[in-house]
């Protein structure tokens, strides 16, 4: 799937852009040209060679607090993405699997973290549990999980009428050999496509959070909380939002984007690709041959 992912355009702009956040949140803190907590004299300043994106309203330096603030961000979405995995796709496979009971009740669990507003849920833990985004990130991800749910639900339902899984069940398979041999291969597309998109959710919710001061104690740098402190101070620097918010709108545009190019090649589609690129294959090596024939 990997390298049907990176066969496509967009697969490549998508895994290069999110690479690149990647980076920016293993490296940024070492790569930031000043200290990001460092206050000064020099307030609200413009761009210029010692301060690339000039400074905010308490003359620390903007470009160094973009690149520190990455790794909260792009922690928190993995931490709102791999809860709601878990949470949600283990589950989604063994209801069909575990018995009526167990189907019941992970159905009707679902439908009750669907109809919970996950934003001001994230809140109220946070006013219960402390101010600390790895919390609110958790629980937000159990509330993102019936996407998971239902998606590798679906999928299993899928499989488990197949003639294949069925006779290896008669014949005395386990419940887990058949999910690791013959289920979790066909759920794995539709799971891959629902995790780049609740990446980009979490960076859509890690940045709400942050604009709205919760989750993280100040003067810690987020491009949601860079993003709230530039608007108090628009009449001085207009063009200061737009750093934080373009970082955010094209994080979430590569999610987005990774998650159609995975559905591209997954599926019908995906084998449609591949056979397309074998016929071409084909007539490539077998276009010589008729040409030397021919003379």
């Known amino acids: 799937m990997v390298r049907r992912v990176l066969s496509l355009t967009s697969g490549r702009i998508a895994v290069g852009i999110l690479v690149l956040i990647a980076l920016l949140a293993v490296c940024g803190p070492w790569l ?9 004299d020099n ?35 993995l931490e709102v993405a791999l809860m709601a995995l878990v949470v949600g796709a283990i589950p989604g496979i063994l209801s ?8 019941w009740l992970t159905l009707r ?31 937000t991800g159990a509330l993102v ?16 009428r197949s003639p294949y899984v069925e006779a290896a069940i008669v014949s005395g398979a386990s419940v887990g050999w058949v999910v690791r041999r013959h289920v979790w291969v066909k759920v794995l597309p539709p799971v891959a496509v629902a995790l780049a998109q609740t990446i980009g959710v979490g960076f859509v919710i890690v940045s709400s959070l942050t604009f709205l001061g919760i989750g993280v104690q100040p003067p810690a740098p987020t491009w949601g909380g860079l993003l709230a402190s530039d ?3 628009l009449s001085h620097q207009p063009w200061a939002p737009v750093a934080p918010a373009l970082l955010i709108m094209v994080t979430v545009w590569a999610c987005n984007l990774l998650a159609d190019a995975i559905r591209d090649v997954s599926g019908e589609a ?10 071409r294959a084909h007539t490539g090596t077998s276009a010589p041959v008729s040409v030397g024939g021919s003379r």
């Not at 761009?47 to 790794?71: I, N």
């Not at 109809?115 to 809140?123: G, K, S």
């Open 32 to 40: 930031a040209p000043q200290d990001p907590l460092a206050t000064s």
């Open 43 to 77: 307030t609200l300043a413009s761009a210029s060679g010692a301060h690339w994106l000039g400074t905010d309203y308490l003359g620390r330096d903007v470009f160094s607090r973009l690149l520190d603030g990455s790794r909260i961000s792009v922690l928190g979405s």
């Open 96 to 103: 069909v699997y575990s018995g009526r009971v167990f189907e």
């Open 109 to 139: 669990l679902a439908d009750t973290l669907v109809a919970l507003p996950f934003l001001l849920f994230a809140i109220a833990v946070i006013a219960l549990l402390g101010n600390g985004i790895t919390q609110a990130m958790l629980v």
């Open 145 to 160: 999980s019936p996407l998971f749910y239902r998606v590798s639900r679906a999928a299993t339902l899928a499989v488990a």
């Open 231 to 233: 608007l108090g101070y």
């Open 270 to 279: 995906g084998r449609a690709l591949v056979n397309q690129r074998r016929a």
